[in-house]
C-alpha cells in the first residue's frame, strides 16, 4: 500500500488504494444520497484513499460537483470530479484550432467548461457554420436547436456527443439522458458522432498515463454495464456494479463478457464486507 493509505478497511474495500465512483445511481439518485453512500466516501477518505468521481453527466462544472458532495457531507475539490463536459473540452482542445467556433446543444455546466477551455459559443449557426456542434443533456432541447444542429452538421461541423446513455436515474423514476438528444441528432443528420464519455477509455486514460490513477490499484464503481463496467474492462481497472441506478441483477446474468462486473453489490455499504453492519450508522434491515 502506497504512503497515502493510514488505516486497514474492512472488506472489498482493503484491496484498493484508489476508488474511482460514478455519481448518478452510485453516490446519489436525484437530490437524495444512496445508502450508506455518505459514511463509506468518508471512511474511504480518513483512511488516506485517493477517490475521484467519474461522471458522463454532463450538465455541470466540476466546481459545482464537489460542492454538491460537500452539502451532501462528503469532503469534496474539484480535482477529484473526471466529468464527460470537461473530457469534451480536452478533446476539442486537441482536435480543433485555439478559440474555435462551437454550437452547445447542452446545459450551463458544459458552456462553462468549454468556454474556460478558451471556444467561442455560438447561438446561430448562420451565416457562418460553426467548427463542431457538441451534444449533451439539455433539459431544455427544442425542435428549433435540433434543426439548427442538423444544418451545421449537414454543412461541415464535426459532431461531438459528451456521452451516449439514453437514461439516467432520477429518484423515483428513471429519465430521457444526453444519448437520447444525441439520438436525434444522429437521426436527423444520418451521421455519427465521436462519443467521448464512458465506455470511451479517453475519459480516464490521461490519469493513468501520469500514473495518478494505477488500474490493479483501483476499484472502479458503478450502476451501468455498458458505460461504468465496460469501461473498466477496457482499461484492466477491478470493478464492481452497486445495484442502485440502473443495471439490474437480470441485466448482469445476460451481460456480454466485457460487460460483467467482477463484484455486485446490493448497496455501497457492502464494500465494507461483513463490517458493514458495525461501521455504519444505519445498518440495514
Ligand atoms: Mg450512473
Known amino acids: 500500500m502506497p504512503e497515502h493509505v493510514r488505516a486497514e478497511l474492512p472488506g472489498l474495500a482493503n484491496r484498493f488504494d484508489t476508488f474511482v465512483f460514478d455519481l448518478d445511481g452510485v453516490v446519489y439518485r436525484g437530490k437524495r444520497a444512496l445508502p450508506h453512500a455518505v459514511e463509506v466516501l468518508n471512511l474511504l477518505l480518513d483512511s488516506g484513499r485517493q477517490v475521484f468521481y467519474l461522471t458522463n453527466n454532463s450538465g455541470h462544472t466540476r466546481e459545482e460537483y464537489a ?8 469532503p469534496a475539490h474539484p480535482e477529484q470530479f473526471i466529468t464527460s463536459a470537461w473530457a469534451t473540452a480536452l ?3 486537441r482536435a480543433l484550432p485555439a478559440g474555435a467556433r462551437l454550437f452547445v446543444v447542452g446545459e450551463a455546466g458544459l458552456k462553462e467548461e468549454l468556454q474556460a477551455a478558451g471556444f467561442t459559443l455560438v447561438e446561430s449557426v448562420e451565416p457562418q457554420i460553426p467548427d463542431a456542434v457538441v451534444v449533451g443533456i439539455d433539459r431544455n432541447f427544442t425542435y428549433a436547436r435540433l434543426a439548427q ?5 449537414l454543412n461541415g461541423a464535426r459532431f461531438v456527443a459528451t456521452n451516449a446513455d439514453a437514461t439516467y ?3 423515483d ?3 430521457p439522458g444526453a444519448g437520447a438528444l444525441v439520438a436525434a441528432v444522429a437521426a436527423a443528420t444520418e451521421r455519427r458522432p465521436v462519443v467521448i464519455g464512458k465506455p470511451n477509455p479517453q475519459i480516464l486514460q490521461p490519469f493513468i498515463d501520469r500514473g495518478v490513477i494505477q488500474p490493479e490499484r483501483t476499484l472502479l464503481v458503478g450502476d451501468r454495464l455498458d458505460t461504468d463496467i465496460a469501461l473498466a474492462n477496457t482499461l ?3 470493478c464492481a456494479l452497486v445495484l442502485t441506478g440502473v443495471s439490474t441483477r437480470e441485466d448482469v446474468e445476460c451481460a456480454p463478457l466485457e460487460q460483467l462486473p467482477q463484484w455486485v453489490l446490493n448497496h455501497l455499504g457492502e464494500l465494507l464486507g461483513d463490517a458493514v453492519d458495525s461501521l455504519l450508522v444505519h445498518p440495514v434491515p
Open 169 to 171: 436515474p432520477a429518484e
Open 67 to 74: 460542492a454538491r458532495l460537500q452539502a451532501l457531507g462528503v
Open 149 to 153: 444542429a442538423q444544418y451545421a452538421i
Open 91 to 93: 478533446y476539442l482542445q
Open 236 to 238: 484492466h481497472i477491478p
Open 173 to 175: 423514476r428513471l429519465m
